[in-house]
């Protein structure tokens, strides 16, 4: 796979020596630290000193995070920030929550985690809604067709109070599920090397009649069958020997997922099509934290706020200087060293797709599912209700420019 340059001087067998030392959770935070190439002398040094300090006293709380098949090396690709609100969260209660963290898919893989979770077997887990809307259906709210114009939209609304009515208290009173923060992309359709020697795609209509992967999301599948795009349910860990093995046109998923999950030899172009949500969250379960006192909540909500801001800024930079999901492209990027072409889709094209498939313009596509999540919100319009947030910026705002707010505190 090629990933992050921090890593690359490391060894599989030397990661899991070295965890047989000091405990996988204690390797992968220390390895997390490092933003630059690292010895496996330095490594260990680390990973020594984040075991005694982790160690230093007994916990209140141990919880463990399944982080489906994330490490310490893909993690510098995808900036989903799991790590981080570990090694946050641990020193920010002074050792008194303990976070096992577990990924690698040793525990959970992506449509696994919300039910592990669900389940009482792991207390936290990262993973996509869209994975995880199979266990937990509410995560569907996220997944309107064009309901986000833009990552800088996401992470408005991800800050924005109301999204405590709109997203995280029914996730908490249908399914037990705390969500705390997350990453934000749009997704597009990733194609294979079957289209390698083909012109860079420009038009939604030339994708029509391709047959594509889609995720566990029921409202994703909506807009794909809208515009032709033909979903076929092919597991996470499944999709690359789909894309290679031509048994798929492409995927739907966004840039940094195609870099990280090592996809990106196999994919010939990555279709900004950005037609709903890429959204790699970390949640808890509600059982785990009424565990907590209050004053460990808060510093729940405060590493889940320092998390969330993180993401914001280190994945917009990963997307440019890691992944290459940039025209042009960076040199040395993953994306430009495996030819992975950027389809950019014109203003026009957008709006085309938009009308061909989003709320907006076929509400008719929508009426089941729009009303179900909206009985399961408490009755609000989930939709234009977010629909409206998401445009309360300016069409152009950065998404590293977007205000951080504490959403808890209204």
């Known amino acids: 796979m090629k990933i992050s340059k921090a890593l690359a001087g490391i ?9 047989g030392q000091y405990g996988m959770s204690s390797t992968l935070l220390a390895a997390g630290t490092f933003g630059g190439a690292v010895s496996i002398a330095s490594l260990a040094k680390a990973a020594e000193s ?34 981080e609100f570990a090694r946050d969260l641990e020193s920010r209660t002074d050792g008194e929550i303990r976070v096992e963290f577990i990924g690698d898919n040793q525990i959970c893989n992506q449509t696994a985690c919300v039910e592990k979770a669900q389940q009482g077997i792991i207390e936290m887990f990262s993973a996509s809604t869209q994975n995880s809307a199979g266990g937990a259906p509410y995560y569907n709210v ?53 289209w390698k020697d083909r012109d860079t795609v420009t038009s939604i209509d030339q994708l029509a009649g391709t047959k594509n992967r889609v995720t566990g999301t029921q409202l994703g599948r909506i807009a794909m069958e809208a515009m032709q795009l033909n979903p076929v349910p092919v597991a996470w860990e499944e999709t690359l020997d789909g894309l290679r093995q031509g048994l798929i046109d492409g995927a739907e998923t966004w840039a940094s997922a195609v870099a990280y999950g090592g996809m990106s030899p196999v994919v010939s172009q990555c279709v900004d099509l950005k037609f709903f949500c890429g959204t790699e969250h970390t949640a808890m379960t509600t059982k785990a ?37 940039s025209t042009p492209q960076l040199e040395n990027t993953i994306f430009a060293r495996d030819g992975v072409r950027i389809a950019k889709l014109s203003d026009a094209e957008i709006a ?25 919100s408490g009755g609000h319009d989930t939709y234009q209700d ?18 951080p707010r504490r959403w808890w505190k209204g």
């Not at 989003?358 to 179900?372: A, C, T, Y």
């Not at 977010?386 to 950065?398: F, S």
């Open 386 to 403: 977010i629909y409206n947030i998401a445009r309360e910026i300016p069409a152009d705002t950065l998404a590293e420019n977007v205000e």
């Open 50 to 83: 984040t075991y005694e300090k982790r160690f230093a006293k007994e916990p209140k709380h141990t919880f463990k995070m399944g982080a489906a098949g994330f490490n310490a090396r893909n993690l510098l690709v995808e900036r989903a920030g799991c790590l």
């Open 289 to 325: 934290w009424d565990t907590l006192s209050d004053e460990l909540q808060e510093a729940v909500m405060e590493s889940s706020y320092w998390a969330q801001v993180h993401v914001q800024g280190a994945n917009e930079a990963a997307l440019v200087n890691t992944v290459g999901f």
């Open 11 to 19: 060894s599989r067998r030397d990661l899991f020596r070295l965890a």
């Open 142 to 194: 996220l997944d309107y067709a064009y309901m986000f114009p833009s990552r800088a939209a996401q992470y408005y609304f991800l800050y924005h109070p109301d999204s405590v009515r709109l997203l995280r208290e029914p996730l908490e009173k249908r399914h037990g599920i705390k969500f705390l923060f997350s990453h934000a992309e749009l997704r597009g359709i990733n194609l294979g090397m079957s």
């Open 352 to 376: 085309k797709a938009e009308q061909m498939c989003s709320p907006e313009f076929q509400p008719q596509l929508w009426e089941q599912w729009r009303e179900r999540i909206n009985g399961w």
